[in-house]
């Protein structure tokens, strides 16, 4: 998932200030390597100060621009909007990286107290009058101003997110949306910090040890480490963080634990009680058609997809009921082969939700001779991630050097001087693996500084990779499912969109595209984590370093989309939910449940499968800036299976195709048409069944 920088519009968990020390950090330039920020020296006092002055700053920035007397033009009035804002761009991307990666109860303060004021300064400048009609100005006439492609674009986008943010109104309605606005951030503030407790709050104990039949020694290990963690010392942990859950899962005997944890993870902030989302989500469907209505939308679907390049629901519903149509006949072909192992194996049962992963994982093995448990030794994490670093190389050039005196948020995290292939400095690499009580779930890219060029000197960006890895556990290193092996390689994708983009404008560079453009440098990385040529570069045995025999190979090979109906359609059902909650078109007194429900129903999924997000706990889409935007994956999945096919025409470390995905994709950040771009790379549009055949349905 791309998170990206974070936007004044997606506020996650943040803190509150008392007192603050004599120097503030934001205040200066950063005097650290590579100018990364300070972190040891950032106390959450410095945080609410550097807010205020970073848009009083920027609020003069704009009074400067609007007071100018000679006529508007693209360089003073976009391109020096575009480099305002910088103190405030600077403590944003700290302050809500760490909300989201390692926040507390005084980030979540801040993150309520200065969440309204961030979007009030906001509003006030995409709705001030005076800067619209000069940015209009130059939009009638940039026939006129001999400007670049980069700079039309960003022209463009400027004019357009003026318009979409309420430029056009009237000034009742402009006053309308301020409080739609202020409303949806706080709202959704809330939805995030009650999934993140509600998650963090649940803990499945086990203190008789027949109680992990079936569990590998590895994740006993993991559960007793867990326990020690919290002073349960001669007793077993389990949460609802995917490392400790899914082999919980996969692999445990004890069916009625299994259907506790699982109905514990379903049910999250769904429950009636503190953290429930229920009357939140209501709230933030409204406020959401209501702010399309005002903008001139029937929904709020129609509304974010005018910016994409899906263009209209109609499109997306195409897509998703296309796929929809193969995956759920195989998912329930899934089903009968698992309730035909339960039969054999004397289960006087009917296949339940809670019971998949357990039965899947015995089919596989039983057809495939193949389980996560002999693959995981040969997927230690730091070699997996060599894997993907090998992989940037042999493609692209560049190298990575791990940092050892530098600024970290965290003892978990490591840094990596990114250099290209002359040896010039590219950028830095963060990466935080692990999970803790502060990290919210899955995985994620983003941003502590962003490219753009400012005053002829090419700003280097800052990236981040955070993901929720299995810990190491006593003597056993890191050990990756073929799933996290997929996710790390995932956002390492988006870390190369934003470390080789090479944008003048920092509004246009790296990840900073149409949203359902955006995964497609994540998801085109995934196909080298598994392809046999490059396993042989990385997979050894963490006890021999023996590399990964070819009939394991062959095994992979062979049940690459072993559970590809239920995978498939779990995926789908949440993005048709995604949908069917922003298609809406009026507002109304919502049973969340009841909607839901009649959603599942009428999409027709079994009872066997659950959403993969249900409403109460879909942060991608009420806290995660991807509403309206599940559905991205797979569109990008039609580009990123038929980009992968140009190089496997052509050899997988192909240094002509690889040269044109760079030069195309990776470095042009949003400065030209994306499509154009593809088509610049293909030499052709990306043929729709690629996807299909990615997935095995062809």
């Known amino acids: 998932m791309k998170k990206g920088f974070i936007t004044l519009f997606t506020l996650l968990m943040l803190v509150s200030c008392t007192t603050q020390k004599e120097e503030n950090p934001f205040f200066g330039n950063y005097d650290t390597p590579f100018g990364v920020p300070p972190f040891e020296k950032i106390d959450t006092s410095h945080y609410k100060p550097a807010f205020i002055k970073g848009m009083e700053e920027q609020k003069a920035e704009i009074h400067a621009i609007i007071s100018k007397t000679e006529s508007p033009t693209f360089e003073n009035t976009i391109a020096t909007l575009d480099h305002s804002g910088a103190l405030l761009a600077k403590v944003e991307l700290v302050f809500f990286n760490l909300a989201q990666a390692e926040t507390n109860d005084a980030l979540q303060n801040i993150a309520k107290e200065i969440s309204p004021l961030l979007t009030e300064h906001t509003d006030n400048i995409y709705l001030n009058d005076t800067l619209f009609t000069r940015i209009k100005y130059i939009y009638d006439r940039k026939n006129k101003e001999n400007l670049t492609e980069e700079q039309n674009r960003l022209l463009d986008k400027y004019y357009r997110n003026f318009v979409r943010s309420g430029a056009l109104l009237s000034s009742n309605d402009k006053e309308t949306l301020r409080e739609i606005n202020k409303e949806l951030n706080l709202l959704s503030l809330h939805f995030g910090n009650n999934l993140l407790a509600e998650t963090n709050a649940f803990e499945l104990i086990i203190d008789n ?25 001669g007793k077993w942990v389990f949460t609802l963080h995917n490392p400790s859950r899914i082999p919980f899962l996969q692999y445990a005997d004890n069916r009625k634990l299994r259907e506790k944890i699982y109905k514990a993870y379903i049910n999250r902030c769904d429950q009636d009680n503190e953290y429930d989302n229920k009357n939140n989500i209501a709230k933030i469907v409204n406020l959401r058609t209501q ?25 997306v519903n195409s897509l998703l009921n296309r796929v929809w149509n193969y995956a759920l006949p195989k998912a329930k072909e899934e089903a ?28 596989r093995k039983e057809k495939y001779a193949l389980d996560e448990e002999s693959l995981k030794p040969y997927f230690k994490l730091e070699n997996v991630q060599q894997g993907a670093f090998t992989v940037a190389n042999r493609l692209y050039g560049i190298t990575f050097d791990k940092l050892e005196n530098i600024p970290v948020y965290h003892t978990d995290i490591e840094a990596y001087e990114v250099k290209d292939t002359d040896g010039s400095h590219l950028g830095i690499f963060y990466v935080d693996y692990f999970p ?13 500084r962003e490219q753009s060029i400012n005053n002829g000197k090419n700003i280097r960006p800052v990236i981040v990779n955070v993901c929720n890895f299995t810990k190491p556990a006593g003597e056993t290193p890191s050990l990756l499912t073929i799933d996290e092996v997929q996710t790390l390689f995932h956002e390492f994708g988006h870390a190369l969109h934003g470390m080789l983009t090479q944008c003048n404008y920092h509004s246009m560079s790296g990840t900073n595209v ?29 006890k021999t370093g023996e590399i990964i025999p070819d009939s394991l190979i062959s095994k992979m090979k ?8 239920f995978t498939t359609t779990e995926f789908v059902a949440a993005g048709i939910m995604d949908m069917r909650w922003h298609e809406v078109t009026k507002e109304q007194d919502f049973d969340v449940r009841a909607f839901e429900k009649a959603a599942v129903k009428d999409m027709g999924l079994i009872d066997e499968i659950a959403l993969r997000y249900r409403s109460p706990y879909f942060a991608h889409i009420f806290d995660g800036g991807y509403a309206v935007g599940y559905y991205g994956y797979l569109w990008a999945e039609v580009l990123d299976a038929d980009a992968f096919d140009a190089f496997e025409e052509n050899g997988i470390f192909d240094q002509k195709t690889a040269k044109a995905f760079r030069s195309n994709i990776l470095e042009k950040g949003d400065s030209e048409d994306p499509m154009k771009l593809y088509k610049q790379f293909r030499g052709a549009d990306p043929n729709p069944e690629a996807l299909l055949c990615n997935r095995g349905f062809k």
């Open 209 to 233: 040890e027949t109680d992990l039949s079936g569990l590998p020694e590895g994740v006993r290990t993991a559960a007793e480490e867990e326990a020690k963690h919290r002073g349960k010392n």
């Open 291 to 315: 702010k399309a209505h005002l903008l001139g939308f029937p929904s709020y679907a129609a509304f974010i997809l005018d910016d994409h390049m899906a263009k209209n629901p109609e499109a």
């Open 336 to 363: 009968a082969e698992l309730q035909k192992m339960i039969d054999k194996e004397g289960g006087n049962f009917k296949l339940a939700a809670w019971d998949w992963w357990y039965y899947s994982e015995k089919v």
């Open 436 to 448: 803790r009580p502060g990290k919210s779930g899955g995985a994620w890219m983003s941003n502590f």
């Open 514 to 542: 149409a949203q359902d453009f955006v995964e497609l440098p994540s998801q085109i990385m995934e196909h080298w984590a598994t392809h046999p040529d490059v396993l042989k570069l990385y997979a050894k045995h963490y």
């Open 558 to 565: 062979k049940s690459r989309t072993f559970n590809q109906g």
